[in-house]
């Protein structure tokens, strides 16, 4: 028998599913199914002291001795707008992380079995400017990188831009040269918008600052006749993280600046009716953050309906 791959795409089979905020519909748009040794995220992760029966150290959230960080982005449909929160790996692109390289995966097919095509996206928004938040953002066209959703303004932070463009940034070589082909030519292009961090983009949906694992890291807030959902990014990581809400990722340029961050988060939210949606649960599953009597916080998965 042969280990099961550390990343795999999505089933083109696996049901969507979508989630109604009020007048909004949320769909995850799932491109990987990705796996990682819980030591290259969290390298002073004491594995021996972890309960093996934990919730969070099961199925969906870990498999074979592995975390679950499953990647893509959010679809939001306003009655006005067609938003997509983050966009994954990409395709076709060269990366240090061989799971990560030269992908073939059928994202877009994914996007329209969601009802939208690219060019219905009026707004792309990065909760950040990692490797695996942007990659979908630009497709090759003969030899030149040129952005995939031709008629949307892309968003981020000046912050978040300042620090991915610098060259100590740059030579972080583990990411690759991933901004030269997925962040420089939306710039060139004239598409991308360096916004404020709070940024009403319409009635529904606001940018939440939320620096810390990036220095410009931004939440998305969902607010819609009285319901309310919060787009967390990597403010979560991993569902390990709700269990120990102190624990950073080795991603996180700011370790102290994301713990603060995320436990102001989880206390806003926690015994709320308030759904999360962190950037890379199983499934790209959302959920409620409820109040473990034993410490730290449980997650309680929302399936949504089917599509
Ligand atoms: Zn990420």
Redesign the pocket.
């Known amino acids: 028998m042969t280990a099961a791959p550390r990343a795999r795409t999505r089933d083109t089979g696996t049901p969507l599913r979508q989630i109604r905020v009020g007048a909004v519909t949320i769909t995850p748009v799932v491109q990987l199914h990705y796996r990682v040794h819980p030591l290259r995220f969290f390298p002073d992760l004491d594995i021996p002291t972890i309960d093996e029966d934990a919730w969070y150290w099961r199925p969906p959230y870990r498999e074979d001795g592995f975390l679950v960080i499953d990647?893509g982005g959010f679809l939001i449909r306003t009655p006005t707008r067609t938003v997509l929160v983050d966009a994954g790996v990409g395709n076709g692109k060269k990366r240090p992380n061989p799971l990560f390289t030269d992908r073939d995966d059928d994202w877009f097919a994914t996007l329209r079995r969601a009802g939208v095509t690219p060019e219905e996206i009026d707004t792309v928004v990065f909760s950040h400017l990692?490797v695996?938040?942007v990659g979908f953002a630009t497709r090759l066209d003969g030899s030149a990188w040129v952005p995939a959703f031709p008629n949307a303004r892309h968003l981020t932070t000046a912050a978040e831009l300042a620090y991915w463009t610098s060259q100590a940034a740059r030579d972080l070589a583990r990411l690759g040269d991933y901004v030269t082909d997925s962040v420089l030519p939306l710039r060139e292009a004239g598409v991308l918008d360096v916004v404020e961090p709070d940024l009403g983009i319409c009635d529904e949906v606001r940018l939440v600052p939320a620096a810390g694992h990036t220095p410009g890291n931004v939440c998305v807030e969902v607010s819609s006749e009285g319901q309310r959902a919060v787009f967390a990014?990597?403010m979560v990581?991993h569902a390990l993280q709700l269990a120990f809400p102190d624990h950073s990722t080795d991603?996180c340029v700011d370790a102290r600046g994301a713990s603060e961050a995320r436990q102001a988060l989880l206390r806003e939210i926690a015994d709320r009716d308030v759904l999360l949606f962190p950037?890379?649960f199983p499934n790209s599953a959302p959920g409620r953050v409820v109040t473990d009597p034993a410490g730290g916080y449980r997650y309680e998965m929302v399936e949504g309906e089917l599509l």
Do not use: E, S
């Open positions: 990647m990692h695996d938040h990014g990597d990581h991603y950037a890379h």
